[in-house]
């Protein structure tokens, strides 16, 4: 290490200090020498003044004086040589001594400053001495300290290693804190639901039935409680604790629907006087009628040992609007001369007017004149109001004498479907009509609780806050089926499902005769297989007695109207029906399409291709009309068709008790529409089949969104089990076959063109 001593600094210092004292006997001598050059000039001035006055050397000066006149060089004036032996001029000895006085104290006080200014240079060496000094020992501190930091590093510095082609060791993996977070960004209720097992079973009389509700229930084939009923009851029955919202999110056939029509004619059937207690919203006509069978059962078990017998209303479109008015209200005369005369200025104040927008002016109930000092007072007949949106709002905007003042169940069936497309923004227009009403008239009989419970219910329940917070719910509670997670999808637990692959796109149709005619249409359920052959078998001597009555002429109808008439009832080629009994068909199967006009084309295929089948297909379009599907759902249930063709509109929530088999004929959109449709078997406890015919664009969107198979599967579905592969037709179909195929498909042609032209 580079180091210096305090002698050899010393040294440079005073160097440096003869050098500076040097470098200023340099410059005091060159001073000097300008001095004596001045002087000299000063002596030849005044030797020149001395001449131009008469004094000696005059002459010479102002000779001088006239050669710089005339811009020439005067010649030097001769020397005499001095008595001393010495050249001066001839001045006065005096004077000269004189003239040398000031110069000789000017060099005088010359020295004088150079001792001064070497006294002073003498006390600026030491300080500067002890200036650099004090720098020279800080630096030299410094370069210590850094010697031994880097000899305590290489001390402490490990060993090189020496490493060949392998990879280089890697540092630890950081380990990141796992622990759960304090907070949700989810309300407690929907990110903490309750949670119930599938498997999960209680009697009625358990959960606060009483026994001869019970048994009634029981005699109606409702046993036991399911799993959600089992979680739902005791939060909607009636009890001293805080009751509060509830919502439900349930695989489809898990029994929803009893467990909101139980708790809500219960308490209904303590009151004494009709009043509009309750509101059923579905998005449905068929889910309409399948709730108000549910209501009615339910209605006939609480009406016992004198209990009230609810009445149950329907408002779904189906019949002309002025008949359900009258259904769901009536009139009545009641005196009150104040309440006359207001009636009397109201009709002068819109005499000359040819609109009345008056709120007591129906669209479609034939004005009723009051009797003098009368009003006509609206009454409601029924106590629960099963509707669909679009309907409910109708009535709400233009039945003179609705209200929603006594309302204290809002029950939202199907609830992603309904928030999410929101019919005539119904929701904001029934949530406007439950916020206000009369005082007390939404107290519950009994207790101290007041206002409206809400139910809302569906199988793919929305986490969407957006659309939950339209509902208002109060202190809500989310109940769950144990085992699936948030925004998961569950299958029935008994359902099986299997994928078919269509390799001859264009003769799909063959694939689906050759699976029904398979052993896979077997019945799943033996019982159940005995119970649908005794229904063909009634069905046969109804229809071959002459005496029939009216109703099995109407499943008649509903059942050949898919291939005799369209659903305008315009008259179509029939074709000759077999008997029943030829059909090797043993169970029950509902086929899905994607549109009205594929189930009914599908429909009419099937019984050209297979006549055999012809007696048992009914067919289920949206355009149907109600009583008519109503038909075709009766004879399916009692057995006497057993090959329902529908669109998705039979896809949600419809029972079906005794459907073993489903379809998808075309793939479903979504998986939520997948969920829906399957869903109509395996309900409640029995088991069932899914089927899906896959052509070759489709089977890897199939497997990958729906059967959560293969690279980048992302199935939100839950199933017990997988989905397995079997093959259909795996031969090729025959000449014969294509070609009746083809001669289907023409007279399919001829039908359809001949049904444009009429």
Known sequence: MYSRSTQ????????????????????????????????????????????????????????????????????????????????????????????????????KKRKQEDTGDTEIADGDTDDIRRRHKSVFEKVQKALQAKADAADD?????EPEVEHGLEPLPQPEPVVFDESKLTYETLPPWLASPIRVGPDRSQSFTELGISPESAKILESKGFKDAFAVQTAVLPLLLSSPDRQGDVVVAAPTGS?????????????????????????????????????????EACAAAFAVHGGKRVKIG?????????????????????????GYEQYLQKQNRFVNLEDEDDEDDGLDLERTQPLPYHVIAHESKVDILICTPGRLVEHITKTPGFSLDYVRWLVVDEADKLLAQDFQQWLDTVAEKLGTGKPGARDFPGSNKSGVRKVILSATMTRDLSLLNGLKLSRPKLIVVEGTKAGEQSLPPLLKEYAIKIREPSLKPLYLVDLLNSKHMSAVDQSMADGISAGSETSDSESSSSDSDSDSDSDSDSSSSSSSSSDDGTPQPKTKPAPASTSSLATTVLIFTKSNESTLRLSRLLALLAPSFAPLIGTLTSSTKTSRRARTLRAFAQGKLRILVASDLVSRGIDLLNLEHVVNYDLPISE???????????????????????????????????????????????????????????????????????????????????????
Not at 14 to 32: E, I, L, P, T, V
Not at 100 to 105: A, G, H, I, L, S
Not at 153 to 157: I, K, Q, S, T, V
Not at 261 to 281: C, E, F, N, Y
Request: with cysteine; charged share 40%; net charge positive.
């Open 153 to 157: 590093d290489e001390e402490e510095a």
């Open 672 to 758: 939520t529409s997948y969920v829906h449709r399957v869903g109509r078997t395996a309900r409640a406890g029995r088991k069932g089949c899914a089927w899906t015919l896959l052509e070759h664009a489709e089977a890897r969107r199939f497997w990958r969104d729906f059967a959560g198979e293969g690279k980048g599967a992302k199935t939100s579905i839950v199933r017990a089990g997988a989905v397995e592969r079997v093959r259909i037709g795996e031969g090729e179909f025959g000449e014969e076959r294509v070609r009746a195929y083809e001669e289907a498909l023409a007279r399919l042609a001829r039908e359809a063109s001949g049904r444009g032209g009429e």
């Open 314 to 338: 329907t408002a779904m479109g189906n019949r002309v609007f002025k008949e359900e008015q009258s259904v769901i209200l009536g009139e009545e005369q009641r005196y009150d001369p104040q």
């Open 255 to 295: 029994g929803k629907t009893l467990s909101y029509v139980l708790p809500m004619v219960q308490d209904i059937s303590k009151g004494r006087v009709t009043r509009l207690r309750a509101l059923i919203v579905l998005p449905t006509r068929d889910l309409v009628h399948q709730v108000q069978l549910a209501c």
């Open 8 to 107: 050899e600094i010393d040294a440079d210092i005073q160097r440096a200090a003869q050098d500076k004292k040097a470098r200023k006997s340099k410059s005091s001598k060159r001073k000097d020498e300008a001095d004596e050059h001045n002087e000299e000039g000063v002596s030849s001035e005044s030797k020149s003044r001395k001449r131009k006055r008469g004094e000696p050397n005059g002459t010479a000066d102002s000779a001088k004086d006239t050669s710089k006149e005339k811009n020439v060089t005067p010649e030097p004036a001769p020397e005499e040589p001095a008595a001393d032996g010495i050249n001066e001029p001839e001045t006065n000895t005096a004077q000269v001594i004189e003239e040398r006085k000031p110069k000789r104290e000017k060099k």
